[in-house]
């Protein structure tokens, strides 16, 4: 857990995280810059950002930025549970895949 996004960042590029959780409006750094420089720096940690930025145009520009969901505030904490656990399968299967496997050998 980071009080601001560039803690967060530096956080990030310390070591491997199996997912992130990043909320837009953090001091410092804001969750997009992060995700930018996640990116850039080709970190492919599943990102899910938790954010009460909600509108069409915000959840698009979160997804295009490369995060692997969006989920608004308020929301369930089942659902934020589910979302994790979907993001964590796919992120292992990828990992598991013969390409990725040849890729690490």
Known sequence: MAEDGKRGLDLIRSKAYDIVLLDLMIPEMDGLEVLKEMRRDEIETPVLIITA??????????LDTGSD?????????DELLA???????????????????????
């Open 69 to 77: 969901d969006y989920l608004t505030k308020p929301f369930s904490f």
């Open 53 to 62: 930025k909600s509108t069409k145009e915000d959840v698009i520009k979160g």
């Open 83 to 105: 979302r994790i656990r979907a993001l964590l399968r796919r992120s292992r299967n990828l990992y598991r895949s013969p390409l990725n496997i040849a890729r690490w050998s």
